[in-house]
């Protein structure tokens, strides 16, 4: 009974976060001001640091099969942007990099560049389809993939700039990894009692 009452809100949750998210993409690619505020906050490699980690409790919430807590890790993880202030001092290359990448969101989007963006919510769906299948070895595939892709393509379009995600990158990898793996060993193990 429990059980059923969870799924039924679960889905519900999971409604709300999609159309958060909906609602937060429409307002950031419609409003200029509010796309220029949250980018300026975006300057803050805190959150840098930070969005990798997302990709933990996603593929938490996938292997519980909690729609909710996908979403809502999704939602998380688009708005933590935004979550930091403005950043007093901002080093060229990331200025750069960050110009590039606004430029290239708010630019023309032709058929290869919605092509090479579909990567990330195939990405995402791959890792989540990992962990709801209990599959550790495909799901930290596709999240060394999520990482090294970001990596090129940071360094494809922002040249020397691009370079500046690489710490950041590979921190929240390492985390990643580490934490998926010890944690899916721990629910694994769990399971088996």
């Known amino acids: 009974m429990r059980n059923v009452q969870f799924r039924r809100y679960d889905k ?23 796309f ?39 939602f998380l993880l688009l708005t933590s942007m935004f979550w930091f202030p403005k950043p007093e001092v901002v080093s060229d290359q990331v200025k750069q990099f960050l110009e590039m990448e606004k430029e290239y969101l708010s630019g023309d989007w032709g058929g290869a560049k919605i092509l090479m963006s579909l990567l990330v919510p195939i990405s995402f769906t791959a890792l989540g389809v990992a962990f ?27 040249g020397e700039a691009g370079k500046s995600i690489f710490i950041p ?3 929240g990898l390492v985390i990643c990894v580490g934490f998926i793996y010890l944690g ?3 629910l694994e193990k769990k399971n088996k009692w």
């Open 12 to 34: 519900m949750l999971a409604l709300t976060f999609v159309v958060l998210t909906l609602l937060f993409l429409v307002l950031a690619f419609t409003n200029k001001n509010f």
């Open 36 to 74: 220029d505020w949250a980018y300026e906050r975006h300057q803050n490699q805190l959150s840098w640091y930070l969005r990798p980690l997302f990709l933990i409790p996603f593929c938490y919430f996938a292997y519980k099969r909690s729609w909710a807590g996908i979403f809502g890790t999704v």
């Open 132 to 158: 709801w299948k209990r599959s550790l070895w495909f799901g930290l595939s596709v999240v060394v993939f999520m990482a090294v892709a970001k990596m090129i393509w940071s360094v494809a379009f922002g």
């Open 169 to 171: 990158a590979i921190i």
């Open 184 to 186: 899916f060993r721990k």
